[in-house]
């Protein structure tokens, strides 16, 4: 459904934005691909990047409210949080 997909150009992205301090990216991978990514993680601890994997997350609307800009699928759940935080989404 897409997510896969999502989650190997995160991988991706990260790599190249490594050593990007002005950044941070959470990554909600899902359970089920979690330790996978985990184990391919982009970043490491000398990287400046503030990169955070993380399988699942019970508190979305403050997880938006947080962010300047999300990256997801559009499932009806995520876009009505999105719209209701109103920040720009792809």
């Given amino acids: 459904m897409g997510a896969r997909r999502i989650n190997e150009a995160v991988l991706g992205t990260c790599a190249a934005w490594r050593h990007r301090g002005d950044l941070a990216v959470r990554h ?3 359970e089920r691909d979690h330790d996978d990514l985990a184990a391919r ?3 490491d601890g000398a990287d400046p990047l503030q ?3 993380v399988g699942f997350e ?3 609307v403050s997880v ?3 962010a300047e800009v999300v ?3 559009a499932g009806a759940s995520s876009v009505a ?3 209701v935080v109103g920040i ?3």
């Fill in 28 to 30: 909600i991978a899902g």
């Fill in 64 to 66: 938006y409210a947080a």
């Fill in 58 to 60: 019970d508190d979305m």
């Fill in 88 to 90: 720009p989404s792809v």
């Fill in 81 to 83: 949080e999105i719209a």
């Fill in 41 to 43: 993680r982009p970043v």
């Fill in 71 to 73: 990256v997801c699928r």
């Fill in 51 to 53: 990169y955070q994997l």
